[in-house]
């Protein structure tokens, strides 16, 4: 089991990162939420991680924080859901804004993340209420370890880049384009794009 990584960040293309550790490169799928926490290519960052083995491929998840990476856990143990799609729900929502709305057996709210129907989001918020009671979610346990701060950075193809990061999410194109078109502007960089893409269609 591959439980944490700590080496250079080689290359950051939403939603996956390569971290190169002794020369060793890994690629880690990361939530949108970790994701912006990342900083620059050429520095150094530790990632929480959980490794799935299936018969045609070794993935790596990566996480922020270890409380993060135990939400993600227990997401996948709810029927119908793969780490595909509880990725792309910790994209939408930070761990603690998932659990508030679990609290408020907010249901609807889920339905608008790419892959959640109405019987998927009812089942999360049936499953998770009691599962939520033994985590810990405050966002704050064993942040992710930076050097270097996160900087903004000028990007021609912030509008390609942000449309491929949230395709790979689950959401259709038109979704994904019409949702990029409405934040776009000259001073955000694709993070920054992404980041408000998504909270636009919650």
Same mark, same amino acid.
């Given at each position: =089991?591959? @439980? ?12 996956? %990162?390569?971290?190169?550790?002794? @020369? ?7 939530? =949108? ?12 960052? *530790? ?45 939408? =929502? *930070? ?24 019987? *998927? ?14 985590? *810990? ?45 409405? %934040? ?16 636009? =269609?919650?």
């Amino acid at each position: =089991m591959i @439980g944490r990584l700590q080496g250079l960040l080689v290359d950051k293309q939403a939603p996956e %990162v390569l971290i190169d550790i002794n @020369g060793v490169g890994y690629e880690v799928q990361l939530p =949108m939420t970790s994701f912006y926490e990342l900083p620059d290519v050429g520095n150094k960052a *530790t990632i929480y991680t959980h490794f799935v083995v299936r018969e045609d491929a070794q993935l790596l998840y990566g996480f922020a924080n270890t409380s993060e990476r135990a939400l993600f856990r227990e997401l996948i143990k709810v029927n119908g859901v793969g780490p595909k799609l509880a990725l792309a729900i910790l994209s939408g =929502m *930070t761990a603690s804004e998932f659990a508030q709305t679990v609290s408020r057996d907010d249901a609807s709210a889920l339905t608008k993340l790419p892959g959640v129907g109405k019987k *998927t989001a009812e089942r999360l918020v049936i499953e998770m209420r009691d599962r939520l009671k033994n985590l *810990t979610i405050d966002g704050a346990n064993e942040p992710l370890a930076l050097e270097a701060t996160a900087a903004a950075s000028a990007n021609k193809d912030v509008e390609g880049d942000a449309i491929a990061a949230l395709l790979a999410l689950g959401y259709k194109p038109q979704q994904a384009s019409k949702a990029v078109a409405k %934040v776009l502007s000259p001073e955000l960089n694709s993070e920054d794009v992404i980041k408000l893409a998504l909270k636009s =269609m919650l």
